[in-house]
């Protein structure tokens, strides 16, 4: 069975700095996605950024990279300089199978990162 | 272009009644995912319509069904609700065909007394 876990059940870190969110994942699948979500306050979950199972490069989005290690099965979040808006929930998530398996994610129980001016 | 849209947003029920969540896509999206948030579960799966068919379904009593239309609108039922439904219920839209990002909508917060 597929199970993600985020260990850090809070965080603090100083803005401007950078922070690492940890995820590790469980899959005996060779094809799997891996996400990240952030859900601020008001409850809409925002996607940050996509790795593939497959890519060979580590993904990035602006101030978002992920740290990709297969063989320890994990995608740590890495946010670059932070800011007092980067304060919410993160949730990593995993799917199945590449785009055309359907929307199955499972996610992990988040972290809450907490960014001090 | 227009996000997901879900409706309503909040919603109080008594225990033993039936709700129904709307949610309306991305245009061109053909895929919308149903979640539910507890602060006990975290996130689970309900379920996934594509094209009208339920093409994933996650580990949920049968008091949770849902349906999609031509038009994309999935709507979500939970009949003979229970305390421990109180959630907020988040659906998700993507194309559905080799895409990898979901979009979010704002959820639907339900509490039943």
């Known amino acids: 069975a597929q199970k993600i876990t985020q260990t850090q059940p809070g965080m603090f870190v100083q803005e401007k700095e950078a922070v690492t969110l940890d995820c590790t994942y469980d899959?005996?699948?060779?094809?799997?996605?891996l996400f990240w979500y952030k859900q601020p306050s008001s409850g809409e979950m925002i996607f940050l950024i996509y790795?593939?199972?497959?890519?060979?490069q580590n993904a990035t989005e602006g101030r978002y990279s992920l740290n990709f290690q297969k063989a320890r099965k994990s995608a740590n979040l890495v946010i670059s300089a932070s800011q007092l808006g980067d304060s919410a929930m993160y949730f990593c998530?995993?799917?199945?199978?590449?785009?055309?398996?359907?929307?199955?994610?499972?996610f992990g129980q988040g972290t809450e990162l907490s960014v001090k001016p | 272009k227009a996000g997901v849209t879900q409706t309503p947003r909040y919603l109080i029920k008594t225990r033993g009644q039936q709700v129904t969540l709307s949610c309306s896509p991305i245009?061109?999206?053909?895929?919308v995912s149903w979640y539910q948030q507890t602060p006990g579960q975290g996130l689970q799966f309900l379920f996934e319509?594509?094209?009208?068919?339920?093409?994933n379904k996650g580990n949920f009593p049968g008091r949770f069904s849902g349906r999609q239309f031509s038009n994309s609108r999935s709507e979500m039922n939970v009949s003979t609700l229970e305390l421990g439904d109180s959630a907020l219920y988040l659906c998700?839209?993507?194309?559905?065909?080799?895409?990898?990002?979901?979009?979010f909508g704002p959820g639907t917060r339900l509490t039943v007394l």
């Open positions: 998530a995993m799917r199945k199978g590449g785009g055309n398996q359907g929307g199955k994610l499972i």
């Open positions: 899959t005996s699948d060779p094809s799997y996605g």
């Open positions: 790795q593939g199972s497959y890519d060979q």
């Open positions: 319509y594509f094209s009208e068919t339920q093409r």
């Open positions: 998700a839209s993507s194309s559905g065909t080799g895409a990898n990002e979901q979009f």
């Open positions: 245009s061109g999206h053909r895929s």
